[in-house]
C-alpha cells in the first residue's frame, strides 16, 4: 500500500492547489479504517512540503516521493497493521543505471533529551513522552524493505536512509548525535543546520533524471502495476506461471491448491483415497482486486498437475478474447473455457474443478431461444455448476451485476452450498490490482456514481491513475486514438443510450446508430463473424487491432481492461442538482432509412429499460453498468457526458488535473512503462508443463 506517488516538484504543485492533505487524509482513512488525526495532516502539510522543496534545491526535482509506504503486500497481514515508512525517495543513482532508494523518517521535533540511566536508543520529546531513536524504525523499514518480499528484490539497488528533523537545529537534539547513537546505512540524521549536507547527500544519492523509470519499476514489483490479464496469458500461453500473485491473492491460491490435493484424486497415485468432502470456495472483491488472476493461475497449475479442469463464466467478451488472443489455433486451450450454461448436463465424470468467474453474473436458469424444451435447464445454474464438479471455485463482486436475470451473490451461493452438503470457504480481497493500482480512484467513481455509501468529492490526482473531462465525442476519440496510435492499449465505451442495428444483408453493412450532433460512430458489431470493412465480431472486439473505431458497451467491456479507456456517458443517468436522474430511451423510425433512432435519450438496453424492471433496480443497474465502464483502464480514463449539467458536474469533481508528469500519455511515460499490448500467439498447441519438482514437499498449509 502507498498513499501519494509523485515527483518532489508535482507534490509541491499539488499542495498549491491545497489538494495534497485532503488526499492523504482520504487514502488514510480507507487503509487504516480511521481519520488521520490533525497532528498526522499538519505533519504532512510541513515535513513532506519542507523535504520537497529541498529535493528542488538540491535539483532533484524529478525524485519520486512515495508517501506513506508499506515494504509489500505482506504488511497488511500484520496483526498489528502494516509497517509504514513516512517518504520512499526513488530515483536512479547518478553512478550507474541502478535504482537508488533512500528511507526517510519525518520528525517534526524541536527539542529532544536523554532519558536518564538508559541508552542513547531512547530519547524524550516534549509533550511526546519517550520515544525510540528514528534510526531503530528505519532499521525495520530497511530490513522489510531490502528483504527477500521487498520492492526491489532480485534487483541491483542501493539503498540507504535518514531521519529528517527539519525544526531542530544539531545542539536542540545533542542526543540523538551522540557517539553511541545507532549506526547504519540507514541512521544518517539531518537537521536545519544540516540542510547544506542534505542537498549535497541528495545530489549523491540521485541522478537528475530517472526517477519515473525506477518508481515504475518499485510500482510493478510490488504488483501495483500488473501486467494486463490477456498479455500475461499469452506470454505465458496458459502454462507453467502465469501471474505472480500477491498477498492476499497468494494465500487464497495456496489455500485452493492444497484443498484440491486432498478432496481430489491423485491422478499419479489413483489407489489412494481422498477425502471424499466437497469444497466450495467463494471468493469475493471489487473490480481489480485480481480474481480472474488467481482463477487462471490456479487453472494452469492444476492442469499441470493433471487434473480436469475448465473456466467458466456468463461474459461472451472474456471467454471471447481468451480464445481469440490467448488460444487463437489451439483447439485444446479454447475448450477448457466455456459458459455458465454448458452444465445443464453434468459431465461424467464429474470435473475436478470448475473455476466459476463473474458469478455475480449467474442466471437462475439456464436457458436460450436456440434450445429445444428438453435442452432447457430446469434447476438453478448455481445447482449444476456446484454437481459439475467435485470442487468449486466462485469468484464474485456484487457490484458488478448489470442485468435483472443476473443473481449471483455471496447469499445464493452460501444457501446452494448448504443444499450440497459442502464445506464453503469465503475469502475476501482487498487489495487494488487495476487502474494503476490506485484504490483511491475506484473509490472516487464509486462514491460519484452513488455505489456505496461514500458521498462524491473532488479527484486529487495520485500519480497511479489520471482522469479528464472532455468536452466533445471528437476530443475524447482524437485522445484514444492518439494513444492507440503511439502504442498504449486504448478503447471507446458508452453507456447503452442508442439503438443497436444487427447486421444487413450479405456483406453484413453496420449502420452508425451512436449519433451525437455530427458524430456518428458503429456500435461494436452484433455479430459472430467480420462484417463490412473488416469490423471485428463482438466478442473480439476489445482485443482486434480492427475494433478501435467501434464503440463498446458493458457487455462487451466487462473483465477487460487497456491504458486508457473513453467513457461516453449518455443520458440514461444525468445530474440534476445534487442527484442523479434515470431515464429509460423511447425509438423511433427514421422515416427514410427505416432505421431505428432516438427519439426520447435514456436507455436502450433491451433488458434493463423495460417496464417490469422497477425504477429502484433500474436505477442500481445503470449505476453498477456505469462502474465497470469507467474501472476498465489501466491509466487513464476520459469522461464525456453528451448532457451539459452532468458535464459540468463531472468537471467540477475532476477538477484541474493538468500537472507536470500526471498524464500519463505514452510519451510522457518512462520506457519500463512503455508496454504496448501482445498480438495473438501464432497458430500452434501450446506445450503444458508439470510444475511439480521432482523429489518436493506438499505444503505445510492445512484446510481440516
Request: hydrophobic share 35%.
Amino acid at each position: 500500500m502507498l498513499l501519494l506517488k509523485l515527483s518532489a516538484q508535482d507534490l509541491l504543485a499539488l499542495h498549491s492547489r491545497r489538494r495534497m492533505v485532503s488526499h492523504l487524509a482520504a487514502r488514510w482513512r480507507y487503509f487504516r479504517g480511521h481519520d488521520a488525526s490533525e497532528t498526522e495532516r499538519s505533519a504532512w502539510a510541513e515535513s513532506l512540503v519542507s523535504l520537497a522543496n529541498d529535493l528542488v534545491a538540491a535539483g532533484r526535482g524529478n525524485v519520486e516521493m512515495i508517501v506513506e509506504c508499506a515494504a509489500s503486500l505482506d504488511e497488511s497481514e500484520r496483526p498489528d497493521g502494516p509497517r509504514l515508512i513516512d517518504v520512499v525517495l526513488v530515483g536512479r543513482h547518478p553512478e550507474g543505471s541502478r535504482p537508488s532508494v533512500q528511507l526517510v523518517e519525518l520528525k517534526r521535533w524541536s527539542t529532544v533529551t536523554r532519558v536518564e540511566q538508559a541508552t542513547a536508543d531512547l530519547v524524550h520529546v516534549p509533550g511526546m513522552d519517550n520515544k525510540k531513536h528514528p534510526a531503530l524504525q528505519l532499521r525495520e523499514y530497511y530490513e522489510a524493505f531490502t528483504g527477500d518480499r521487498g520492492p526491489f528484490q532480485h534487483l541491483d539497488f542501493e539503498c540507504g536512509g535518514f531521519a529528517y528533523l527539519h525544526n531542530a537545529t544539531d545542539e536542540s537534539v545533542r542526543s540523538l548525535l551522540e557517539v553511541d547513537a545507532p549506526t547504519g546505512a540507514y541512521a544518517r540524521l539531518y537537521t536545519s543546520d544540516r540542510r547544506a549536507q542534505l542537498l549535497s547527500d541528495l545530489r549523491a544519492s540521485f541522478a537528475e533524471d530517472g526517477g519515473a523509470s525506477e518508481a515504475e519499476t518499485m510500482l510493478r514489483t510490488m504488483g501495483l502495476r500488473n501486467t494486463r490479464l490477456l498479455d500475461a496469458m499469452i506470454w505465458s500461453r496458459g502454462d507453467d506461471t502465469v501471474f505472480t500473485l500477491r498477498g492476499r491473492q497468494e494465500k487464497v491460491a495456496r489455500q485452493i491448491l492444497e484443498t484440491a490435493s486432498k478432496v481430489l484424486p491423485d491422478p499419479r497415485h489413483p489407489a489412494l483415497i481422498p477425502d471424499e468432502r466437497r469444497v466450495v470456495f467463494l471468493v469475493t472483491g471489487g473490480a481489480g482486486t485480481g480474481k480472474s488472476a488467481i482463477g487462471l493461475q490456479i487453472k494452469a497449475e492444476l492442469e499441470a498437475e493433471g487434473r480436469t479442469v475448465k473456466y467458466a463464466s456468463g461474459s461472451r467478451a472474456f471467454n471471447g478474447a481468451m480464445q481469440e488472443h490467448v488460444g487463437y489455433g489451439d483447439r485444446e486451450f479454447k475448450e477448457t473455457f466455456t459458459y455458465f450454461s454448458s452444465f445443464v448436463s453434468p459431465p461424467v465424470p464429474p470435473l475436478d474443478v470448475l473455476i466459476c468467474d463473474e458469478a455475480h453474473r449467474l442466471r437462475d436458469r439456464s436457458t436460450s431461444r436456440f434450445w429445444k424444451p428438453e435442452e432447457q435447464g430446469t434447476r438453478p445454474q448455481v445447482d449444476e455448476l456446484l454437481d459439475a464438479s467435485r470442487l468449486t471455485v466462485f469468484f464474485l463482486d456484487e457490484g458488478q451485476s448489470v442485468r435483472p436475470n443476473e443473481v449471483g451473490t455471496v447469499g445464493l451461493i452460501e444457501e446452494a452450498a448448504e443444499r450440497h452438503n459442502a464445506m464453503l470457504v469465503p475469502y475476501a480481497l482487498r487489495e487494488q490490482f487495476r487502474c494503476g493500482g490506485s484504490d483511491a480512484y475506484i473509490r472516487w467513481v464509486r462514491a460519484l456514481l452513488g455505489v456505496g455509501e461514500e458521498a462524491p468529492w473532488e479527484w486529487r490526482p495520485d500519480g497511479l491513475m489520471h482522469i479528464e473531462v472532455v468536452d466533445t465525442p471528437e476530443e475524447l476519440e482524437q485522445i484514444i486514438r492518439d494513444e492507440a496510435r503511439a502504442g498504449a492499449s486504448a478503447r471507446m465505451v458508452a453507456g447503452y443510450c442508442w439503438p443497436w442495428t444487427e447486421p444487413v444483408g450479405k456483406h453484413k453493412r453496420l449502420e452508425k446508430d451512436v449519433r451525437i450532433g455530427g458524430w456518428h460512430r458503429l456500435w461494436n458489431a452484433k455479430s459472430d463473424s467480420f462484417c463490412e470493412g473488416g469490423v471485428p465480431p463482438s466478442d473480439i472486439w476489445s482485443v482486434h487491432e480492427s475494433g478501435l473505431g467501434q464503440i463498446g458497451c458493458v457487455y462487451t467491456a466487462q473483465g477487460l481492461e487497456w491504458d486508457w479507456c473513453g467513457v461516453i456517458m449518455g443520458e440514461d443517468m444525468v445530474r440534476r442538482g445534487d442527484r442523479w436522474e434515470f431515464r429509460r430511451g423511447k425509438e423511433r423510425k427514421d422515416s427514410e432509412t427505416d432505421v431505428k433512432r432516438v427519439a426520447e435519450p435514456g436507455s436502450f438496453d433491451p433488458k434493463v429499460k423495460v417496464a417490469s424492471v422497477s425504477d429502484a433496480e433500474f436505477a442500481r443497474l445503470i449505476r453498477h453498468a456505469y462502474h465497470v465502464l469507467m474501472t476498465r483502464a489501466s491509466r487513464a480514463t476520459v469522461l464525456y457526458s453528451t448532457d451539459k449539467e452532468t458535464r459540468d458536474y463531472l468537471r467540477k469533481l475532476v477538477g484541474e488535473v493538468e500537472i507536470h508528469g500526471l498524464r500519463p500519455t505514452w510519451e510522457n511515460l518512462p520506457k519500463e512503462a512503455r508496454i504496448p499490448q501482445l498480438p495473438r500467439p501464432r497458430r500452434g498447441r501450446r506445450r503444458r508443463k508439470d510444475r511439480r519438482k521432482p523429489g518436493s514437499q506438499e505444503s505445510d498449509l492445512r484446510l481440516f
